[in-house]
């Protein structure tokens, strides 16, 4: 059974564990992935009892989005993504801004409608509400 949930301490555990494996450069924002965990700002994509993927500090410039590198290109991305927007969205948001990094993920968000900012790594995406 896979679900978003707010993550726990033993998931920042399987987090910390992965992150320091990969890449990504990532391992090295771990205040700010403790920070995001205690303030409940932290989510992550469960996947019966695994955690492959988090988003914290929501769709955001602050934000961080990562998947593990074997659970990537499953949509798990995606479905994190989805969920963050819809979380601006319900609270009052109208303009997402994100910074790519790294700049690989640019067309990742250019599909969810984010405008990257020529000759940079930052975007946004407004969120139209009527009137």
Known sequence: MTFIDY???SDM????????KDASGFY???RLLKA??????LVVYR???DVPAFLAF?????????VRKDAQRRGIGSTLARHGIEQEVKSGTCILKIE?????????????GFT?????????KIIEKPL
């Open 7 to 9: 993550a726990t301490p």
């Open 13 to 20: 555990t399987q987090i910390l564990q992965w992150l320091e």
């Open 28 to 30: 090295g924002n771990q």
């Open 36 to 41: 995001a965990l205690s303030e409940r700002q």
């Open 47 to 49: 996947d019966e009892g």
């Open 58 to 66: 929501g769709v955001s410039l602050d934000g961080i989005l990562a």
């Open 100 to 112: 790519c990094s790294p700049l690989t993920s640019i067309p990742f968000w250019k599909r969810f």
């Open 116 to 124: 990257i900012y020529p000759g940079t790594n930052q975007g946004y």
